[in-house]
């Protein structure tokens, strides 16, 4: 991060009691943050050598903010680690990123072991340790600066390796789509353990010169409050953070000063997230992104609401999108098919063995994302789902997404999850889990409303839990796996229904 260390030096000289960070500790000067950074890039620098790679326990705190700049005041790249890791989780992160200096509070530190890495030093951080092993290895990751682990179909979590050139132009596009300016104060909600929360989380504030505003634990009313009270301007954040904020703000209207509040990362109802953005008073855009593509589409403000939340936005300037059916040819606008992008935030690779593998491209040089979407034909994408979230029920595909933006229509459902439930005669069958004020919201009611919503009988949901919330990731994304797990426990004693 060596281009925005140089933005700020430029600004500390100026400024340096600009409030560059506000968290639980309170407002950090962007004199305090430089001082700190300057004196951990000293100790990395010992501990390890020039340029080197840092795994760090990633926190929503100034930590991670003098972390960040420290790594990129010695040219280094930083790798980053959610602090509710397991033990198991951070040797796979090792093995794949492998670290030259690991930083974490006492406690992980030792859970993790993070002296394998090499031998502990002095604290950092007010309190924090460091281990490092001398010998670092510049240039290993090309021009990645940032490596943020994202969740995998395999299980294990994968490390996406992003540019500052990447982060740039994601924020670069985010800041002109929103019409934000300098000094506006960003909230950072999303814990800053992956590429994506750190590009707008972490990166977007400090090039914008307002604070961000640092949720350090995921409470929906308290991240309303922060919000609110110190006048966020943005914040980017996931549906379910969004949907729970909406139905947990104290009061109406909290969020009227916020210009926008960017959703994306899973699956989206128009009628639920028009429902928040009325009670929280602000606009709500849907986008698509992902890690290995920072942030790549978005509506604007300025969007009336059908687009802004029935659409996934438009392609930034510079990012191409393009739907293909499984031969690989493009289909006509407005066909849905697989998604595949390319542009200047798509990722330099995934980390493993401690080096950047060569992405998965086409031939000319288009990620294929594993989305199902299609493009109408003024160039607004509509994401349709995931290519492999389908239940299979007596050899018929019934897909998942389609049935929830059907349940999720009724007025007194808040959060939808449709999951398989095993079955020995039909392979699968529907089961939906609801989080809904009407604790006896039942099947009789649900069935009323798929028909009148014209949803074919034969994709109806045979089971319905009604439960308190719906299981998350530690980014605060839907769990599927969770969320099935627990639909095939509470069914466990259950005929299903028939219909």
């Known amino acids: 991060m060596h281009e925005l260390i140089s933005d700020l030096d430029r600004r500390v000289a100026g400024d340096p009691e600009q409030i560059v960070a506000i968290d639980s500790a309170g407002p950090h000067t962007l004199r305090s943050v430089m001082t700190a950074a300057a004196e951990l890039a000293d100790a990395l620098t010992e501990a390890s050598g020039p340029s080197p790679t840092v795994l760090l326990q990633a926190e929503n705190t100034w930590r991670t903010v003098v972390c960040a700049l420290a790594v990129g005041r010695v040219r280094g790249t930083l790798a980053l680690l959610n602090g509710h890791a397991t033990g198991p989780e951070f040797t796979a992160a090792r093995e794949d990123i492998d670290p030259d200096v690991v930083v974490a509070d006492p406690v992980l530190a030792n859970a993790w072991a993070i002296d394998a890495v090499g031998p502990i030093g002095a604290p950092v951080l007010d309190g924090w340790v460091l281990a490092g092993r001398p010998g670092s290895r510049p240039g290993r990751w090309g021009d990645g600066v940032v490596i943020g682990l994202t969740s995998g179909s395999t299980g294990r979590a994968k490390g996406v390796v992003q540019s500052e050139a990447a982060l740039r132009y994601a924020c670069?596009?985010?800041?002109?789509?929103?019409?934000?300016?300098?000094?506006?104060?960003?909230?950072?909600?999303?814990?800053?353990?992956?590429?994506?929360a750190v590009c707008f989380g972490l990166y977007l504030p400090l090039l914008l010169g307002g604070p961000a505003l640092l949720a350090e634990k995921w409470s929906p009313p308290d991240a309303v409050r922060m919000l609110s009270e110190h006048g966020a301007r943005w914040t980017m954040c996931v549906p379910t953070m969004a949907l729970q904020m909406g139905m947990q703000a104290p009061e109406s209207g909290m969020l009227s000063a916020m210009t926008a509040m960017t959703v994306g990362g899973g699956p989206m109802d128009r009628g639920a997230l028009a429902r928040a953005e009325q009670w929280l008073g602000t606009r709500i855009l849907r986008v698509f992104g992902m890690s290995e593509c920072l942030g790549h589409t978005t509506s604007r403000p300025s969007d009336p609401q059908d687009v802004r939340l029935g659409t996934d936005g438009v392609p930034f300037p510079g990012t191409r999108l393009r739907v293909v059916d499984e031969s690989g040819s493009v289909v006509p606008a407005g066909t849905a098919g697989r998604a595949q992008v390319r542009g200047p935030s798509l990722y330099a690779g995934y980390a493993r063995s401690g080096t950047v593998g060569t992405p998965d491209l086409t031939a000319d040089g288009y990620l294929t994302t594993g989305d199902l979407m299609s493009i109408d034909a003024e160039g607004r994408v509509s994401v349709r789902g995931r290519e492999k979230d389908i239940i299979i029920r007596g050899g018929r595909n019934i897909d998942i997404h389609e049935v929830e933006s059907a349940v999720a229509r009724h007025p007194a459902i808040e959060q939808v999850c449709v999951v398989p439930i095993p079955d020995d005669v039909l392979g699968e069958r529907v089961a939906v889990l609801l989080v809904t004020p009407q604790r006896e919201f039942g099947m009789e009611v649900l069935q009323e409303h798929l028909r009148d919503a014209g949803l074919a009988k034969n994709k109806w949901p045979e089971h319905v839990f009604v439960v308190d919330a719906l299981p998350q990731n530690r980014v605060g994304k839907l769990s599927r796996p969770d969320a099935t797990r627990l639909a095939r426990s509470l069914a466990v004693d259950r005929e299903p229904s028939r219909r």
Not at 174 to 179: F, K, L, N
């Open 172 to 196: 670069r596009s985010t800041i002109d789509a929103i019409g934000l300016q300098p000094g506006d104060p960003i909230g950072a909600i999303v814990p800053l353990s992956s590429a994506a």
